[in-house]
């Protein structure tokens, strides 16, 4: 028993950062070599208030990220998306920062959308009223 304890626990420093050491190295060898990869995707409008019409030009933006090589067929690259925040805006005409966001920043990380800045033109709901005919 205490030649099992003595193999744990004597020198648990140098053990914990020898296992911190090969944790970092196995990663990088892993998810180490990234590849930039250009997506298509239309912009999600954050924000948005009940009773207005928000129409974008252009409706659809290309996000280049790097990915690992190794989520490069993953559902998580799938679920990359581009969004702007409408929220506190009136009707008008606004030119709004497309954003691109990640499910998971570290593996594929975002550096660019194109075109970086999309019209977004804001109008209040018109409510159809029609006329009732009496017989």
Same mark, same amino acid.
């Given at each position: 028993?205490?030649?099992?304890?003595?193999?744990?626990?004597?020198?648990?420093?140098?053990?914990?950062?020898?296992?911190?050491?090969?944790?970092?190295?196995?990663?990088?060898?892993?998810?180490?070599?990234?590849?930039?990869?250009?997506?298509?995707?239309?912009?999600?409008?954050?924000?948005?208030?009940?009773?207005?019409?928000?129409?974008?030009?252009?409706?659809?933006?290309?996000?280049?990220?790097?990915?690992?090589? #190794?989520?490069?067929?993953?559902?998580?690259?799938?679920?990359?998306?581009?969004?702007?925040?409408?929220?506190?805006?009136?009707?008008?005409?606004?030119?709004?920062?497309?954003?691109?966001?990640?499910?998971?920043?570290?593996?594929?990380?975002?550096?660019?959308?194109?075109?970086?800045?999309? #019209?977004?033109?804001?109008?209040?709901?018109?409510?159809?009223?029609?006329?009732?005919?009496?017989?």
């Amino acid at each position: 028993m205490r030649v099992l304890r003595y193999i744990f626990v004597a020198h648990w420093r140098y053990k914990v950062s020898a296992l911190a050491i090969s944790v970092i190295l196995w990663g990088v060898v892993n998810f180490g070599s990234r590849t930039a990869v250009t997506l298509s995707r239309y912009v999600d409008i954050e924000g948005q208030k009940e009773g207005y019409v928000y129409k974008i030009e252009p409706e659809r933006v290309d996000i280049t990220v790097y990915v690992v090589e #190794r989520l490069l067929l993953s559902k998580f690259l799938g679920q990359v998306r581009a969004e702007i925040d409408v929220s506190g805006l009136e009707e008008g005409l606004y030119v709004l920062k497309a954003r691109a966001v990640s499910p998971v920043p570290v593996l594929i990380h975002p550096t660019g959308v194109e075109p970086p800045m999309v #019209r977004v033109k804001i109008t209040r709901k018109r409510r159809n009223f029609r006329s009732h005919r009496t017989r």
